[in-house]
């Protein structure tokens, strides 16, 4: 006998402009039941913190996500210099605060050595997942998940203001 499936064949990509302070789970689900969608997957997760386009796939769509999230992807982030916090995000209680003087030129040419191919070693505030679990859940608890450094290519840096 067949099993019964919960919810409706729905097919389709739904691009979700992600609000902060959600998980892309969280979103994911929330648009599954809005649509009584059977089956439903996003390509790639977003941290809670980060806001922007989360495609969601639906039914068969489902099939392609593969090939999104292997897609190049593109951020825009802003960052406070001379302040630290204890979660190297903007969630984080202050830890240390320190003048800058820097001059534009200089770091725009700091930039250089962020393009092309580089390591990079994924952040414990990120949302990549180890055993499950987004590493952001283990730093909030106080446990540090050893990441090897993976090899990323930004395709373009520019300072914006």
Do not use: W
Not at 23 to 28: H, K
Not at 52 to 76: H, W
Not at 94 to 103: D, F, G, K, Q, W
Not at 136 to 155: D, K, L, Q, S
């Amino acid at each position: 006998m067949a099993r019964r499936r919960n919810g409706r064949a729905v097919d389709g990509i739904l691009v979700l402009d992600k609000p902060m302070g959600i998980s892309s789970n969280r979103a994911l689900q929330r648009v599954k039941h809005l649509y009584n969608a059977a089956k439903a997957g996003h390509t790639g997760a977003l941290d809670p913190l980060a806001t922007g386009m989360l495609p969601i796939c639906l039914g068969e769509a489902t099939k392609f996500s593969q090939y999104l999230l292997e897609a190049d992807k593109r951020y825009e982030v802003t960052a406070k210099l001379g302040e630290r916090t204890n979660t190297s995000d903007s969630d984080g209680e202050v830890v240390s605060t320190r003048p800058v003087n820097v001059a534009v030129g200089t770091l725009i040419e700091a930039l250089d050595q962020f393009r092309g191919p580089i390591m990079q070693v994924p952040s414990m505030y990120s949302a990549l997942k180890h055993n499950g679990r987004p590493l952001y859940e283990y730093a909030r608890e106080g446990i540090e998940i050893e990441r090897e450094a993976r090899p990323i290519t930004v395709f373009e840096l520019k300072l914006l203001s």
